[in-house]
């Protein structure tokens, strides 16, 4: 059976069928480049990378496109507090986000537009709004879209618009609007925009792009005028997206997107993350901590996206455990004695490889569950380690299938390979390490119990656990920060 999602469109689980198999396009709301992302935000950008890693490993071409917004009334203020350019204030943020991705594990997308680079497609789209009777300028030089217009308005949150009129508070910069619900495609330029940076002329008159604005004209210039998958989180639904159909469509007379996928917001320790409960964390607070990148990737991609994901302390060190039981699983496979005939003893970890891949790929089938997908691994662990403590030796052949199938699922989580990075060691500490696990050796045969446990204790100070098997005495480094390992 093929991938099934979610559609938020129809509030169904649908077969997901791209227009292009070759060339899947994929549009995903980005960050507003204004301070550091925080955990939430990466809860979306790491599911994003589970769609993206999903879709190649299934054999599809992939298009994907995430915005970085960097002009909007937060990146304004902000820069205008600090004293410079919307331009200057938005990129060592843009590259933080871009460096905690790749700390997270997460595969580069195809391209990362940034809203200013586009401003000349926003006022192509919105002259071709108004051309098309869907909005209207107002004396001040700002343009609104008219959603009485636009005939599927609402289609997407499905939100009663009738009983929203009287309740909706108008915002003082969006005087002049014939109807309190119509939103601002361009805003009129005022004295903090210009002085930011943050205005560009346009045939109605000087301003900036209004944010539903942008993600239209982007997700049209650089994936195309009907998307495959179009993505973000929860909050978005309404007005963001509800107002990104009403613009694209109301431009193209074709749909815009066939599928939404709205990520659930996550929470902190129980809460909704906000600055006034102080629990707000970003992503580049846990680095700095020291805590394993690999156990935080872990932990926001432990929950299917549509449900509820709770992250705590005490998940993350979970998370850092599950990661180093895979790491421990696949070392222990690399050393374990290859050689004799046949299966081994009570059970194949061939057939247990290819139950896992069929369980695997059923999971994140069922609209990406990424719970069961990651259950299908853990079951193949289980399996595994049961079967090597019984076979002091196993085919050469049962072992690649196990190595290949955590290799090949791991191009979908991207954990092994996160935390092999982490366990990597240089070559220096290498050579240190070796030798001093031959000085203890030594003092062990000379039955110094005093120096061999002093040099344990020296390793240990550095992260290195040493594991004494009747094949001699390995040794791994722990994560940063983590918790010690028998
Ligand atoms: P923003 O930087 O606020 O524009 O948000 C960037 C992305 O993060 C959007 O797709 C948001 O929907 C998403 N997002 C914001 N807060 C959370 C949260 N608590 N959990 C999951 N996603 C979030
Ligand atoms: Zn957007």
């Known amino acids: 059976m093929g991938l099934r999602l979610f559609n938020t469109l129809n509030r169904a689980v649908e077969p997901f069928q791209p227009q292009d198999p070759e060339r899947v396009g994929i549009?995903?709301?980005?960050?507003?480049?204004?301070?550091?992302?925080?955990?939430?935000?990466?809860?979306?950008?790491?599911?994003?990378?589970?769609?993206?890693?999903?879709?190649?490993?299934?054999?599809?071409?992939?298009?994907?496109?995430?915005?970085?917004?960097?002009?909007?009334?937060?990146?304004?203020?902000?820069?205008?507090?600090?004293?410079?350019?919307?331009?200057?204030?938005?990129?060592?943020?843009?590259?933080?986000?871009?460096?905690?991705?790749?700390?997270?594990?997460?595969?580069?997308?195809?391209?990362?537009?940034?809203?200013?680079?586009?401003?000349?497609?926003?006022?192509?789209?919105?002259?071709?709004?108004?051309?098309?009777?869907?909005?209207?300028?107002?004396?001040?030089?700002?343009?609104?879209?008219?959603?009485?217009?636009?005939?599927?308005?609402?289609?997407?949150?499905?939100?009663?618009?009738?009983?929203?009129?009287?309740?909706?508070?108008?915002?003082?910069?969006?005087?002049?609007?014939?109807?309190?619900?119509?939103?601002?495609?361009?805003?009129?330029?005022?004295?903090?925009?210009?002085?930011?940076?943050?205005?560009?002329?346009?045939?109605?008159?000087?301003?900036?792009?209004?944010?539903?604005?942008e993600c239209s004209a982007m997700g049209l210039a650089e994936v195309g005028e009907t998307l495959d998958l179009h993505l973000g989180g929860e909050d978005l639904i309404f007005p963001h997206h509800e107002d990104e159909i009403a613009q694209s469509e109301g431009a193209t007379g074709k749909p815009f997107a066939r599928t939404w996928l709205h990520v659930k917001h996550l929470k902190v320790e129980g809460q909704k993350m906000s600055k006034s409960l102080g629990n707000f964390i970003t992503v580049r607070q846990l680095l700095d901590e020291g805590i394993s990148p690999a156990a935080i990737r872990h932990q926001l991609l432990s929950a299917q996206y549509r449900r509820e994901l709770n992250f705590t302390r005490a998940g993350l060190e979970a998370s850092e455990r599950a990661v180093e039981r895979l790491l421990d699983f696949q070392d222990r496979l690399m050393r374990h004695p290859v050689g004799g005939k046949g299966g081994p003893e009570g059970g194949s970890l061939a057939e247990a490889a290819r139950q896992a891949r069929d369980a695997f790929e059923a999971a994140m089938d069922d609209d990406l569950n990424v719970a069961g997908a990651l259950g299908a691994l853990f079951t193949f662990l289980n399996e595994g380690n049961a079967i090597l403590d019984r076979n002091p030796s196993i085919a050469g052949s049962q072992r690649e299938a196990a190595l290949e199938l955590l290799e090949s699922l791991d191009q979908v989580l991207g954990l092994l390979e996160l935390g092999r990075r982490e366990r990597e060691v240089d070559d220096e500490l290498a050579e240190w390490v070796a030798d001093r696990v031959q000085a203890r050796n030594e003092a062990r045969t000379r039955q110094d119990w005093h120096e061999a446990d002093a040099i344990r204790d020296e390793l240990a100070e550095k992260g290195i656990v040493l594991e004494d098997g009747p094949d001699g005495t390995h040794w791994k480094r722990v994560g940063v920060g983590s918790e010690t390992h028998g």
Request: proline share 3%.
């Open 27 to 213: 549009y995903g709301c980005g960050p507003t480049i204004y301070g550091h992302a925080h955990i939430g935000n990466f809860r979306t950008f790491v599911f994003y990378d589970l769609v993206h890693r999903y879709l190649e490993w299934k054999g599809y071409g992939v298009h994907f496109v995430v915005n970085f917004t960097d002009v909007d009334d937060k990146t304004i203020r902000a820069a205008r507090e600090a004293g410079v350019t919307i331009q200057e204030f938005t990129r060592p943020f843009g590259e933080a986000i871009l460096e905690e991705s790749d700390a997270l594990g997460m595969q580069r997308f195809d391209l990362y537009p940034r809203a200013t680079a586009y401003v000349d497609r926003m006022i192509e789209l919105v002259q071709a709004l108004l051309d098309r009777g869907l909005a209207y300028t107002t004396e001040d030089g700002s343009v609104f879209y008219d959603i009485s217009a636009f005939k599927g308005y609402g289609k997407l949150s499905r939100k009663d618009l009738e009983k929203g009129r009287t309740g909706e508070r108008v915002a003082a910069d969006e005087y002049g609007k014939d109807d309190a619900r119509d939103f601002a495609l361009w805003k009129a330029v005022k004295e903090e925009d210009e002085a930011v940076g943050a205005a560009w002329d346009a045939p109605w008159g000087r301003g900036r792009p209004g944010w539903h604005l």
